[in-house]
C-alpha cells in the first residue's frame, strides 16, 4: 500500500510515518521499482499501530523502541516490560504532583483579580510583574512525559 493509505488506515499523517522512519521506529519501505513509491505491506500496518498506541500514553521513542525489540523476542522474560511501564507510571505521577502544583499557582493568581478593571488595573498582571519566589522545597525531578519540562515553582 502507499504512503497515504497508510497513514489514514493508522490515523497519523505521512510525515509522521516518515519521520518514525527516520528514527528507526518504523523499518523503511521498500520502493517500488516502476515508479520509486515506497510500498508498505501489513506488518508496517501492525508496527505503526502499535507504536501510535504507545504514543497515546505519552511513552518516549526509547520506550517504544524497548518494547518493539521484546516484540520479536516472545520467550524472553517480560521484566524488562514491566519495569519500563512502572517507570513510566512513576513519571507519569510525578507529572501529575507537578500539575496539581501549577493548578494551585493558576488559581492563586486568578484570585488576584476578581472583577474587571482596566488592565493597569489587573492584579493578575501586578503579580506577574513580580518575581519568582523561591522556594527551599525540592524542585520536581525531570520528567519525559511531555510538557513536563517546565520548572514549576513553589510558593
Not at 510515518?17 to 528507526?24: D, F, M, T, V, W
Not at 515506497?38 to 504507545?54: A, M, N, P, Q, V
Request: net charge negative.
Amino acid at each position: 500500500m502507499k504512503i497515504g493509505v497508510l497513514a489514514k488506515q493508522v490515523g497519523i499523517t505521512v510525515e509522521t510515518i516518515r519521520y518514525y522512519e527516520s528514527e528507526g521506529l518504523l523499518h523503511p519501505a521498500l520502493r517500488d521499482p516502476a515508479n520509486n513509491y515506497r510500498r508498505y505491506d501489513h506488518s508496517h500496518l501492525e508496527r505503526l499501530i502499535f507504536i501510535r498506541r504507545c504514543r497515546t500514553l505519552a511513552m518516549t521513542h526509547n520506550e517504544i523502541k524497548i518494547l518493539l525489540q521484546a516484540r520479536v523476542e516472545p520467550d524472553a522474560s517480560c521484566e524488562t516490560i514491566n519495569e519500563l511501564i512502572d517507570e513510566h507510571i512513576h513519571h507519569v505521577q510525578a507529572r501529575m504532583a507537578e500539575l496539581q502544583i501549577l493548578e494551585t499557582q493558576l488559581i492563586e493568581l486568578r484570585s488576584q483579580c476578581r472583577a474587571a478593571h482596566t488592565t493597569r488595573d489587573c492584579g493578575i498582571l501586578r503579580e506577574l510583574d513580580h518575581p519568582i519566589e523561591e522556594s527551599s522545597e525540592a524542585q520536581p525531578e525531570h520528567s519525559h512525559v511531555p510538557g513536563s519540562q517546565c520548572r514549576i515553582e513553589r510558593h
